[in-house]
């Protein structure tokens, strides 16, 4: 598995981590490929992730990162591209990289939406 690859696993992971501690959600719950929103991301969550990130590998980060990057799978690679991120890869909050398993998404129930749609009442 070459370096790139790795680091964007454990970014991916430590991302499920804190996604799942921040909005109280099961981390088999969530999937790479889906936009952070889905999950419940707000603002302030999302600012305070970047934060967190910025913590950890002493770089400045761009606020709208999951803005401009909006799945865990788009973000996590964002970083390993641009960033060293060996910090995250081997910070010892963060797990040993695990297989990041790709989940297909649920339907969306009628009449039910999801995302910043659903939050102002609109299908």
Partial sequence: MNSSVSNQTAI???LIQQLSEK???DKSSISVS?????YGLDSIDAVTMV???EDILDVELPSTLFWDYPTIEKS???LADNYDV???AFDSDAATPE???EKVPEPVAAGKSKGWGGLFGRS
Avoid: C, H, K
């Fill in 76 to 78: 996590s690679q964002f």
């Fill in 86 to 88: 060996s910090a995250i």
């Fill in 99 to 101: 297989v990041v398993e």
């Fill in 34 to 38: 889906e936009p952070l929103t889905r």
């Fill in 23 to 25: 909005l109280s959600l």
């Fill in 12 to 14: 991916a992971n430590w």
């Fill in 51 to 53: 934060g967190d990130i």
